[in-house]
């Protein structure tokens, strides 16, 4: 996202908060979650006071296409899930997490002699 939206001021439900984290603790909601619901293009009511698990919650991809969960999502465009949520959770936005390359090569680390 090209701010922070830790430290920007919010109004949910008629209710103002000086942050979306402010928002977060208020509603028991984790701020990761919130952060990665926005991303995914929720509004801001549901990123921050729904408290079902992401995971099940239906998504939509960069092109608009939408999915019964991020996991059948990520499945499609080709990566783990586990992958999508740390990108994700890393602050990337849906389509970088979705079409960057998955390194799948591995390199085990030389022990010094």
């Given at each position: 996202?090209?701010?922070n939206?830790k430290?920007k001021?919010c ?8 942050s979306?984290?402010a928002?977060?603790?208020?509603f ?5 979650r ?9 509004p ?8 079902k698990?992401l995971?099940?919650l ?7 296409q ?7 999502m ?9 992958t ?5 959770d ?5 389509k970088?997490?979705?079409l960057?390359p998955v ?8 022990r010094?002699?």
């Amino acid at each position: 996202m090209p701010f922070n939206i830790k430290s920007k001021p919010c109004e949910v439900n008629g209710q103002h908060f000086e942050s979306i984290s402010a928002a977060c603790r208020h509603f028991g909601t984790s701020y990761s979650r919130a952060r990665r619901r926005l991303a995914l293009g929720y509004p801001i009511e549901e990123a921050v006071s729904i408290k079902k698990d992401l995971r099940l919650l239906p998504a939509r991809d960069h092109l608009g296409q939408n999915f019964p969960s991020m996991a059948a999502m990520a499945r499609h465009w080709g990566i783990m899930p586990r992958t999508l949520n740390e990108r994700l959770d890393n602050g990337w936005d849906v389509k970088k997490a979705l079409l960057h390359p998955v390194h799948t090569e591995f390199s085990p680390r030389r022990r010094a002699a």
